[in-house]
C-alpha cells in the first residue's frame, strides 16, 4: 500500500456489473493516522468516471484523426478566429506550426475578395442551413494562392469547423483537359468549340452596348499543292508560321482561331466602325502575301478572306460563322487573295428590314416561331413554381433572331397579334399537357404586346384559348409592360379587369423601367410585380440599386403583390433577394429558356441546383 508510506493513494479500476458492462472507479485512499503516526485505518472514496472516461476516450480518438487527417482542418470561434488548428492545415498555408495559425483571425488566411464572399454570401449560408462546401482561393503565408476545396460545418454553441483540400493538382488536371478540348494542337490556337463561345460572349456583350462585332472567315489558297507536292510536315510548318503572322496583325482582345485544315477564324470584338473589318482583313492578306521562310526555303501563300458582322449578318455565333465561310466562298470565285463582306448580298440596312418583313409574314407559316419556357423559382417552397413562355423566331439565313428585334417589327408591320394569339395558344396548350402528366401547380406567364392589349376582342380570343386548351385560368399569368399600359389607359384598365374576370392574373413586367409606375399600380389589377433585370445585375455592388430593390420589394408586399425578379444569374443576387424577401426570380442561375421537350427534365433538376447555392 503506497497510502501506507505516502498517505494518500489513487487508482483507476475497471470494474464488470452483473449486466456484463464495465464501469470504471476511480478509488482513493487516504491513510488515517493518529497525532503520533499511529497508522488507524484507511478512508476509501470510489467515484464512478465511466462518462468522463469515455469522453476523454472519444476525444483522445478525435484529436488522434484530427492530427492524422490529410485535410486541414481549422476551428473558428465566434469572432471568426481560430482555436484548433491542425498540422495538414498549417502545412497547406506554409506555417511553420500548427501554433502560429492560433489566434489568427480568418481573414488571414483569405485575399480580400475572397473573404468579403465569406461574409456576405457563404457564412449566412452556414448560419441558416449549418453547412457550406465549395471552392475558394486560400491565401499563403508566402502570399501566394492556391486553389482549394473548402467545407464549412456549424458547431452547435457557436464556431465553425472548416475542412479544407488543396485542389492544385486537380485544377491543373482540369486545366489541362480544357486546354486539349479547346485548342487546336498544331498551333496552339483556340479551336472551333473555344472561338463559339468567346463570340457568344462577344455577342451578349455587343448586345447590351449596341455596338458591332466582326468575323473573319480565312482559308488559304491552293494549299492543297503545297501539300502534295511538298508534304504535310512542310504544310505544318506554314500553318504555324500562318497562325503567327495572322495573330501578329490583330489585337490582343481579338481571337485568332484555326477551326481545321487551312481554316481560320477571327473574332473582332470591338468594332468602331464596319470599314474597320475591312482594314484588318486587307492587312492580314498583305502579311500573309509576305514571303515564309521554312527550312531554309521560300514560300509564298495567299489567302482569300469572308466577313460577317453582328448584329448586321446574323445574330448568333453558328450563323456569323457560316456567313463569314459563304462570303469567303465569294471570295474565291472572285480570283482568291481578297477579302468580301456577307452583307454586299443583303447590302442596305433598308433592304433587310425588307428581307425580315418578308421573313416574318411567312415565318409562321413556315414554322420558323417556336416558343420556348423559361423556368420561375419560388424561393418559399424551392421548386419551379412555373414558367414564362418566350418567342423564339429561327431565320433561315440569319438564325436566331432576338425578339427584341422582331417583336417591334412584328407590331409595326401588323403581325403581331396572329403571332401573339399563336405563341398564347401554344403555350397553353403545353401547359396543359404538363398538368394534366402530374406538375398540377405549374403556373404559365405570357406576354402580352401592345397592339393585343388593345386589340378589341382580345377577351374573346384568350376565352376560346382556355377554352380549347382545357388550361384552368388560374394557371394562366398575363404580363404586360408599363410602356404598352400606358398607350391607351382606360381601355386598358378596362381589358384587365375583364381578364381577371375570368380568373386569370395579371402581372407588370420590367418595373422599374418606366416612370410612373407608383400610380399605375394602383390603377391596374396587377397580382405581380416582376422587377427588371436591369436592377437585378446591380443590387449586390451598388448599393442605391440594393435600396431600390429592397423598397420595390416592401411596397409590392404591403399591396399584397408578388415579386419576381428576372434576369438572376448569380447566387449572391438570389441570396439578396431571397434575404429581402422576394417571392420568385428567374434567369440564367435557374436556367435559360428551352424549349418544351427539354422543360421536363429541367423541373427535377434546376431545383435542387438553384438552391444549392
Ligand atoms: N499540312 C496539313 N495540311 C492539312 C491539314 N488539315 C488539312 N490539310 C490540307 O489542307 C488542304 C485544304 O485544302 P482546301 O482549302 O480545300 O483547298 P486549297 O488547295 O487550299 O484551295 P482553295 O482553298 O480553294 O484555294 C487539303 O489539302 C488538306 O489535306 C493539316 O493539319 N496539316
Ligand atoms: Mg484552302
Redesign the pocket.
Known sequence: HRADREGFEEREWTYVKKDGTTITVLLSVTALRREDGWLTGFLHVANDVTERKRAEETLRKQSAAMTASMDGIGIVNDRLEFTVVNDALAKLYGYPDPQSIIGLPLNALYEPPTYERFTSTILPIVKQRGRWRGEAPGLRYDSLTFPQEISISAIEGGGLVCVVRDITERTYAEEQIKHLAYHDA?TGLPNRLLFKDRLTVAISHAQRAHTRIAVLFL???????I??SLG?NI??QL?QAVAGRVQSCVRESDTVARL???EFTILLPHLPHAEDAALVAQKIIDAVRYPFQIEGREFFMTT?IGISLYPDDGFDAETLIKNADTAMYQA?EQG?DNYQLFNAFINAKALQRIALEHGLRKALVNQELAVHYQPIFDFRTGRISGMEALLRWNHPTLGMIPPTVFIPLAEAIGVMIPVGTWAMRVACAQAKAWHDAGYRSLSLAVNLSVCQLQQPDLLERVEEILDETGLPARLLELEITESSAMQSPETSVRTLYELKKLGIRISLDDFGTGHSSLSYLKRFPIDTLKIDQSFVRDITHDPDTAAIVTAIIAMAHSLRLKVIAEGVEFTEQSAFLKKYSCDQMQGYLVKAPVPSDRFVELLATASDEASAG
Open positions: 498544331l482559308d488559304l489558297d491552293r494549299f492543297k499543292v501539300n502534295d504535310h504544310g505544318d500553318l481545321g485544315g487551312d482569300s474565291k482568291r
